[in-house]
């Protein structure tokens, strides 16, 4: 069981590393494609998994470090997905009253 953790402790940073770039490389081709910019909850998402997985991994008395780049790559994953209001759809809303 040691050498199992000692080879997930040296490997996971890495996988996880190569995970969030190709994330990232996808996410920017498949924005040129799209003329159109849509803005999505990313950034704040990764902010959160920060904080979430530095809690979980505080909690579970693992590697803080693991803890902060699981949280990162599934922030970024959920925040992705969430796709922001342009501001002529929020203006459009308050013109009408509705809220």
């Not at 081709?29 to 799209?34: F, H, I, T, Y």
């Not at 849509?38 to 008395?61: R, W």
């Not at 590697?63 to 922030?75: D, E, F, R, S, T």
């Amino acid at each position: 069981m040691e050498g199992f953790l000692d080879f997930m402790g040296a490997a996971l940073p890495w996988i996880v590393m190569a995970v969030l770039l190709a994330i990232f490389f996808a996410r920017e081709a498949g924005r040129k494609k799209d003329s159109e910019k849509k803005e999505n909850y990313g950034s704040e998402g990764m902010a959160m998994g920060l904080c979430l997985g530095v809690a979980v991994a505080t909690g579970a008395h693992i590697n803080v470090g693991l803890g902060m780049m699981a949280g990162l790559v599934l922030g970024l994953i959920v925040g992705s997905s969430i796709e922001k209001e342009s501001k002529e759809e929020q203006d459009g809303k308050d013109q009408d009253g509705k809220e």
